[in-house]
């Protein structure tokens, strides 16, 4: 099993990178958080870039270093865009992230998540719900036909979600993050539990969608697994100290993207994580 | 007529049911303030959702305890998803908020407007320019075909807009909330003025859309003349207490969502305001 | 040549126009940074209205005392709405703003950017690797078509883009304002350079796209060269007055508005620039 301080070793690499060399990370992603997904991955270093065409999102998968594919509000040109896409990610070995948020709503949804099986996503981001639900859709183990998923929040905990999560990753040979009140990341060999965060997380819209967003940042220079430790724990750290300098959701917001551009490298890679074997 | 009293009682019940019950409230809604409207309903404690597609639409308009339609960015794809949403809605008693921004643009928006009579949204808000418009394109009193819409902007008084409020509120069997320097709210039976606020509420872009889509949230617990009341009374509070605070615009977005998030039941049914019979 | 004293006359009359009338600009805008253009617009004095259907775009076009289009997010139905709104512009006479974002993504954002030659903008806005590439898209001295731009990032530096900076002024018979560490406008006669500014501008997404926003609402009131310059020194006064009270990205963005909103007329007046002869 990898141990503890290689993987922070290489969580610092790859926050150096990011600093470094301003890597751009291309989105499709949802009009409710989509200014909040740019501003959080240009807070930790990286460029976004956001679209909805086929061509143009054809064009970012391939200019990008990583790419991301949150399908929070969906628009009828999705139909074409976002299965091209992830075909050019998957066939050109291009990592990308998903997002399968409010995954059961509506039939377009739904054959769009049920299409990305093949084209395997280096990183899948949920709530717990969503992530059960993602694994029942694949038909994988852990999975539910019987979603959980209240429009985008999760009535699951993420423990629950940990042999849907595995079963996704080892399908993909990629990583999988269950955001909760603690992080669940595994690449289906260890699981990495990611400590602190804020209850103001809930409390403002995005907070979900920006953590892909970044994860696609940090994927562009690490490992699936390394780059979704990494996002989870800026987030955490970031989110921790934001809340000790507010009281109330707005002023979190503000402080909480702050704390993402101050977070130094060998700081995220001290925030808390435990790993354990599958 | 309903006393003070007995209305700050429901008041209360209002805000606390949302703030233990977290209520899904969907919305179809105009991509410039979308994630205002969504950090406002969650400041206030309830969940937001926002769709495009007229099968996601029908999802959520019976998935919510309440339904919020914004017409300030029209989509071509809303031809199809705004009336069928509405039909549903009106057809399962789900009740609804209809905010009509930007009437008078465009031969779809119109349209679209002109439809909505026949599905009699639960609240309807608007600025006094809106209502009164909206008043004149389903034939009532009160109304003109000259409107005074100016974009997005309203160039009425609204107190202008008390008969075409009334008229629209005895058609619906809802209520009608007329934002302006004072809000008037009306159920065709009573009149409510609504006293707060502030001048920043016009130099940040959202404030009305925000407050429909807190009035939805809340409209999952109540009647439609206390959810509007009730949204109207924590924005005039809120807008009040941030602008004691701050000297500019976007630190006061900050702070008026901070304090949508603070204040309790008790302090918003205290929020002034008057009732008379219409 | 104007003389320095004549154009801070003209700056100040802008200013004063703007925030003594609220004219409206409407747009067609990307969906990244919407929120942050209608904020930046209403922040200045002006009043803004976002649409995305071909009539309507017309409607705004002839109502708005000059129109915005920004191509940074392209859906479907620009492919009817921009070249219409254009033309509409173009030969009602009717002042208008064009931001390339992104040029060189895609075949649709490519013809529209193409086709808007003819329809000559009063204004174009960009960073320097997009004002280059404009310019070699319409054939035009100081472009090229090996363009320079990464997803919405600028490659080049502001002087780079000077001769084809002047090649678009001439040929549109505006101006033409070049963000970057300093910024660049022009008329085709005079090149001015404006200071001031903020690291922080790069940290946020949408300082370019607002700044479109700005300039188009000034020109409601102004020459093109003018309310490109004052555009710029409002936000080159502000971007320095908030870089000084904060030490992140979020809390610059909170700033930056407040600071866009309390300049005065003489303040951006007195922003440094200076002006010579092309």
Redesign the interface.
């Known amino acids: 099993m990898i141990s503890k301080i290689e993987i922070q070793t290489q969580m610092i690499s790859a926050v150096e990178y990011v600093k470094k060399t301003?890597p751009?990370a291309?989105s499709v992603t949802?009009?409710?958080?989509?200014?909040?997904v740019?501003?959080a991955q240009?807070?930790v270093g990286g460029?976004?870039?956001?679209?909805?065409?086929p061509?143009?999102g054809e064009?970012?998968a391939n200019?990008?270093g990583a790419t991301y594919i949150n399908v929070g509000?969906?628009?009828?040109?999705y139909e074409e865009t976002l299965p091209q896409m992830a075909k050019t990610l998957y066939e050109n070995k291009k990592p990308w992230v998903l997002d399968p948020v409010?995954i059961g709503?509506?039939?377009?949804?739904t054959k769009l998540l049920f299409g990305f099986k093949e084209y395997k996503p280096s990183i899948i981001r949920g709530n717990a719900s969503e992530i059960i639900a993602l694994a029942g859709l694949w038909g994988l183990s852990g999975g539910t036909d019987e979603s959980n998923v209240?429009?985008?929040?999760s009535t699951d905990i993420v423990t629950a979600a940990k042999t849907a999560a595995v079963a996704l990753a080892k399908w993909t040979g990629g990583a999988v993050a269950v955001s909760g009140e603690t992080d669940l990341i595994t690449d289906g060999s260890v699981v990495i539990l990611s400590y602190g965060g804020s209850h103001f997380m809930?409390?403002?819209?995005?907070a979900g969608c920006s953590l892909g967003g970044v994860a696609t940042v940090y994927l562009t220079g690490a490992s699936s697994l390394i780059a979704a430790l990494t996002a989870s724990s800026v987030y955490n750290l970031a989110g921790s100290r934001a809340e000790s300098k507010?009281?109330?959701?707005?002023?979190f917001?503000?402080?909480?993207?702050?704390?993402l551009?101050?977070a130094t490298p060998a700081e995220i890679a001290a925030n808390p994580f435990e790993i354990e074997a599958v």
Chains 1, 2, 3 share one sequence.
């Open positions: 301003n751009m291309g949802n009009s409710v958080t989509i200014n909040l740019a501003n240009l807070a460029s976004a870039a956001m679209v909805y065409l061509e143009e064009f970012l200019a990008g509000t969906i628009l009828p040109i409010a709503i509506g039939s377009l949804r209240r429009g985008v929040d809930e409390k403002i819209t995005g507010v009281d109330a959701p707005s002023s917001q503000v402080a909480f993207l702050d704390e551009y101050k």
